[in-house]
């Protein structure tokens, strides 16, 4: 089983429709981040989390540190949003190393 | 500014040969990670890196593999002897300080072995 689990692997959206990517992982962590690779292949960070929520613009990201899970909201969903999104975390210990989910990938229709 | 630089972005080299990925880090950055993402896997920590030290390389394979990340110029990934295995995207990401919030991220290169 791996330490960080997505769900779902796939998913197909209307423009418009409210979004939820789910990241469950295994581990004490000392953060949690949520990336976005492109179709073309580049990765964006889009937030870092330790507890509680962050916004920027139409993406909301949670996490719940008791029960281990984040999860990634986009409202107003739009064809841009196109991608897979990766969550990753940093295990605690004091390592750099991040370990990652297999991603999500997401599909906006028009 | 720019952003956190690869090359080359595409590579093609037979069994056998070396594999050598550069990675220039944003502009005073001295942290610079490498990942590995294979075919349909997710990405995996290969090492860890500052200006002349290697400071977690826990990820990478025992052997074939190297990296450095010198005074100066970029960080290379240095991959001898390739086999069709090796063959996965490689990226590159380089943050400000320890634990910074936000890491950026290469575009990649992208390793064929054939």
């Known amino acids: 089983k791996n330490e960080v689990e997505q769900s779902p692997q796939n998913l197909t959206a209307q423009e418009g429709e409210f979004i939820t990517i789910n990241c469950s992982y295994s581990?004490?962590?000392?953060?949690l981040h949520w990336l976005q690779q492109h179709p073309g292949g580049g990765i964006v960070s889009l937030f870092m989390?330790?507890?509680g929520k962050k916004k920027h613009g139409r993406l909301i990201a949670t996490i719940n540190i008791q029960e281990k899970h984040s999860s990634l909201h986009i409202t107003a969903s739009h064809p841009r949003d196109s991608a897979v999104y990766i969550c990753a975390v940093r295990p605690q210990g004091g390592s750099e190393k991040l370990v990652f989910g297999k991603g999500t990938k997401l599909t906006v229709n028009p | 500014n720019a952003g956190v630089m690869q090359n080359p972005r595409h590579l093609v080299r037979r069994r056998g040969q070396e594999a050598r990925l550069r990675c220039s880090p944003m502009?005073?950055?001295?942290?610079v990670y490498w990942y590995r993402q294979l075919p349909e896997e997710g990405l995996k920590f290969m090492v860890y890196?500052?200006?002349?030290?290697?400071?977690?390389e826990s990820g990478m394979p025992k052997e074939r593999f190297s990296a450095e990340f010198p005074k100066e110029g970029p960080s290379i990934l240095r991959i001898q002897q390739v086999v069709r295995g090796d063959s996965a995207a490689y990226f590159c990401?380089?943050?400000?300080?320890?634990?910074?919030?936000?890491?950026?991220f290469g575009q990649g290169t992208r390793l064929t072995v054939v």
């Open positions: 890196l500052q200006k002349e030290n290697i400071i977690d």
């Open positions: 990401a380089s943050s400000l300080h320890l634990r910074a919030s936000v890491a950026f």
């Open positions: 581990v004490g962590i000392s953060a």
């Open positions: 502009k005073g950055h001295s942290h």
């Open positions: 989390l330790s507890s």
